[in-house]
């Protein structure tokens, strides 16, 4: 069975930075794209960044380009998404989903993980 994890959140302070991990199993990892979205009270459902495993690309949404960055490590099955320059709109719970391919909106890929709570305090 397909399974992502997603931890690392937590409370930070505006300017403040957090590394999220997704650990992924039950898939050819190297073969998968995988990717964040987040889910804020009252607010739509955001496609965050992906990566494809199998070419390297890469996607950011506009409101994170230049602070976050999504990185793969094939031999420990886990995305990795470092997030700099926090703001209190980062605010929300974090996803990360996978599917054999890229797919935008990124909460559109097939198989979804239980979420890791990001909190930025102004």
């Known amino acids: 069975d397909v399974q992502l994890q997603a931890f690392g959140g937590g409370l930070v302070q505006a300017g403040g930075s957090l590394r999220l991990s997704c650990a992924a199993s039950?898939?050819?990892?190297?073969?998968?794209?995988i990717g964040w979205f987040r889910q804020a009270p009252g607010k739509a459902r955001e496609g965050v960044s992906c990566?494809?495993?199998?070419?390297?690309?890469?996607y950011y949404a506009d409101s994170v380009k230049g602070r976050f960055t999504i990185s793969s490590d094939n031999a420990k099955n886990t995305v990795y998404l470092q997030m700099n320059s926090l703001k209190p709109e980062d605010t929300g719970v974090y996803y990360c989903?996978?599917?054999?391919?890229?797919?935008?909106?990124?909460?559109?890929?097939?198989?979804w993980g239980k979420g890791t709570q990001v909190t930025v305090s102004s």
């Open positions: 990566i494809s495993n199998s070419d390297g690309s890469t």
């Open positions: 989903a996978a599917d054999r391919s890229v797919q935008l909106p990124i909460y559109a890929m097939r198989y």
């Open positions: 039950g898939f050819t990892f190297d073969r998968y794209a």
